[in-house]
């Protein structure tokens, strides 16, 4: 598989937006695995970019919005993947697995799991928000699918590591596939996230990624 470059479209700046039936590539994190003074920078660079976007036409606002959230996604990635210092507590296969099975647990009932992968200091997930009923008048909220998962994945583990406190970042990156040809780019850029990081060299050879077998058809290698 190829060593793809993914850049999400998606940030805090903007209104979060679910639409009906799209399926989302989310990255979220543990805590304390990006040195607070890179969050603090990050936080300040956010604000004064919202001041700024609420002077711009929305067009603009969206475009120059956008191009500041694929930057900040790229420096999230060498941050979590060349990271030295910081929290990199999923490296214990224990709790990386108790992650792997909370992440399937509520596959077909308020998701499509369609992959994910488990790193030592952060996760990827490919996933789409089901209906809440037969109607599909709504889905199954995001944020809710995300909270409820961490939540229950962090009192596990934290009974594993026999400590309290967070676990996980409180946000996440999500960003919505607008086609099927970047749902398959957000797919194979997650399968090949630890062959990139060395640590593999075929996706198949990694314990903690899962890829559907729907979304294997779609799998070149």
């Not at 004064?48 to 919005?65: G, N, R």
């Not at 990156?173 to 780019?185: L, T």
């Not at 198949?204 to 058809?217: G, I, K, V, W």
Request: one cysteine or more.
């Amino acid at each position: 598989m190829n060593n793809l470059s993914y850049k999400p479209e998606y940030h805090r700046c903007l209104p979060h937006l679910q639409p009906p039936g799209a399926t989302f590539f989310v990255t979220f994190r543990l805590a304390n695995s990006i040195p607070q003074t890179v969050i603090r920078r990050w936080h300040e660079e956010r604000n004064a970019l919202t001041q700024t976007l609420q002077c711009m036409p929305d067009d603009e606002a969206q475009h120059i919005s956008l191009q500041f959230t694929r930057k900040r996604f790229i420096e999230l990635e060498q941050l979590l993947d060349g990271a030295t210092a910081g929290e990199r507590w999923l490296q214990d296969e224990r709790l990386a697995q108790i992650v792997c099975r909370f992440m399937r647990n509520k596959d077909s009932v308020q998701y499509r799991l369609d992959a994910y992968c488990v790193m030592s200091n952060h996760v990827h997930v490919l996933l789409m928000p089901l209906p809440t009923d037969e109607t599909a008048s709504s889905y199954y909220p995001l944020q809710k699918i995300l909270h409820s998962f961490k939540r229950l994945s962090a009192i596990e583990c934290n009974k594993l590591r026999q400590r309290a406190g967070a676990l996980w970042e409180e946000e996440s990156f999500d960003h919505y596939c607008r086609d099927h040809e970047e749902w398959i780019r957000v797919l194979h850029y997650i399968l090949n996230n630890p062959v990139k990081a060395g640590m593999v060299s075929h996706w198949r050879d990694y314990p903690f990624t899962y890829c559907s077998e729907m979304a294997l058809q779609f799998v070149t290698v």
